[in-house]
């Protein structure tokens, strides 16, 4: 399976610090990205029919270049979270062990972005920031070659799905 192209840069210098300053104070703390958003599934195997995912992520950016990501959701079925954390630009497990990996990169001065690389399917959290406002947006994109998304339940278990929509997105932003 060919790896994802990653011409992407990482935080360096001015770039991260622009970022920085585009949002409030941050005394020699973090900021924080607040993030509500539903993903609708499409179950074909082992779970068929359509039903809600309700996702809560919290995304700081700590000094250091350091990320942390929490993530808990729940749905009709299945509840959970995970959390993942490490060095802006780096590759980290994202509580499923070599399976799912995260990496966060910024885009631009006001920009910032994560892939969350699936199996079979990459999902991009995009993040713009503007003083005390930020806008998020998620992509569900299959890799070549595959006709389903993959996700996995509570157990590790593989379920599988025809279409992952996201909606109803809000974004929060605030320093400590």
Same mark, same amino acid.
């Given at each position: 399976?060919?790896?994802? +192209?990653?011409?992407?840069? =990482?935080?360096? &210098?001015?770039?991260?610090?622009?970022? /920085?300053?585009?949002?409030?104070?941050?005394?020699?703390?973090?900021?924080?990205? $607040?993030?509500?958003?539903?993903? *609708?599934? *499409?179950?074909?195997?082992?779970?068929?029919? =359509?039903?809600?995912?309700?996702?809560?992520?919290?995304? @700081?950016?700590? +000094?250091?270049? /350091?990320?942390?990501?929490?993530?808990?959701?729940?749905?009709?079925? $299945?509840? %959970?979270?995970?959390?993942?954390?490490?060095?802006? !630009?780096?590759?980290?497990?994202? !509580?499923? %062990?070599?399976?799912? +990996?995260?990496? /966060?990169?910024?885009?631009?001065? @006001?920009? #910032?972005?994560?892939?969350?690389?699936?199996? *079979?399917?990459?999902? @991009? #959290?995009?993040?713009?920031?503007? %003083?005390?406002?930020?806008?998020?947006?998620?992509?569900?994109?299959?890799?070549? &070659?595959?006709?389903?998304?993959?996700?996995?339940?509570?157990?590790?278990?593989?379920?599988?799905? =025809?279409?992952?929509?996201?909606?109803?997105?809000?974004?929060?932003?605030?320093? *400590?």
């Amino acid at each position: 399976m060919p790896k994802r +192209n990653r011409t992407k840069t =990482s935080i360096v &210098g001015a770039s991260g610090l622009l970022l /920085w300053a585009a949002c409030p104070a941050h005394p020699a703390g973090s900021m924080t990205f $607040d993030i509500t958003y539903v993903d *609708q599934m *499409q179950g074909i195997s082992p779970i068929t029919g =359509s039903f809600p995912v309700r996702v809560h992520a919290v995304v @700081t950016l700590h +000094n250091g270049n /350091w990320v942390t990501e929490q993530r808990t959701w729940q749905s009709p079925i $299945d509840s %959970g979270s995970t959390t993942s954390e490490g060095v802006m !630009g780096a590759e980290v497990a994202a !509580g499923r %062990g070599a399976e799912i +990996n995260v990496t /966060w990169h910024v885009e631009s001065a @006001t920009s #910032l972005f994560r892939y969350r690389d699936y199996p *079979q399917h990459v999902e @991009t #959290l995009h993040i713009t920031v503007s %003083g005390q406002t930020c806008i998020a947006t998620l992509q569900h994109r299959l890799k070549p &070659g595959f006709t389903s998304y993959e996700r996995f339940g509570r157990k590790e278990e593989p379920r599988y799905f =025809s279409s992952v929509v996201s909606s109803g997105i809000s974004c929060r932003v605030s320093s *400590q």
